[in-house]
């Protein structure tokens, strides 16, 4: 695993610790700002400029910036990008998940959840997570990333699509190609 596994693992805590909340977030915006706070924290610990909705947005709902002059504005790499859909139908899935690959991040991080809303979140489309990701592979074969393409996955799966109540699984993919699954704290 070529990006930092203390990283991935600072960057699951944050998810996980949003979960653990127990917090009923009312609309998907709630759910952005808690994630978005904890990534943020971790960014600025790192010394990274952090862009979000809010403060310097910048292509992304997160971004960690890497300036060697912040006050000329001269970007050396972007360490962190993310993006979360949590409506995720095909085409509004893919189009977040384009941006990240085009990106050239050293890691990107996809958030997404376990069903889709045709009209209303009363009309729910289940999607399980193994689905996505090979929704969301078959983007990165199409857009011939290779092994420097470092993506952390991170699907909510809903216990109940009216309530909440469930968790994230991950899976972490360098390329298209090698995919890994977080499970019990280790990466298989």
């Known amino acids: 695993m070529n990006v930092e596994n203390h990283t991935l693992k600072e960057i699951i805590d944050v998810l996980d610790e949003v979960v653990r909340k127990g917090t009923r977030f009312t609309s998907d915006a709630q759910w952005t700002v808690a994630i978005t706070d904890g990534l943020r924290s971790i960014g600025e610990e790192k010394g990274y400029v952090v862009a979000h909705p809010g403060k310097w947005g910048w292509l992304y709902d997160l971004t960690w910036l890497d300036y060697s002059s912040f006050d000329e504005r001269i970007l050396r790499k972007i360490?962190?990008?993310?993006e979360s859909e949590w409506n995720p139908d095909a085409v509004s899935l893919r189009i977040d998940f384009?941006?990240?690959?085009f990106s050239r991040a050293d890691l990107c991080l996809m958030i997404f959840s376990d069903w889709v809303s045709s009209s209303s979140r009363s009309n729910v489309i289940a999607w399980d997570f193994d689905h996505q990701l090979r929704v969301l592979q078959a983007s990165m074969?199409?857009?011939?990333?290779g092994e420097t393409t470092k993506v952390l996955f991170a699907c909510y799966e809903y216990a109940?699509?009216?309530?909440?109540?469930g968790h994230f699984r991950y899976a972490y993919a360098e390329g298209p190609k090698k995919l890994?699954?977080?499970n019990?704290?280790?990466w298989r």
């Open 79 to 82: 360490p962190l990008a993310v």
């Open 98 to 101: 384009n941006k990240l690959l």
């Open 141 to 145: 074969v199409a857009a011939d990333c």
């Open 184 to 186: 019990n704290g280790d």
């Open 180 to 182: 890994s699954f977080w």
């Open 160 to 165: 109940n699509p009216e309530g909440g109540g």
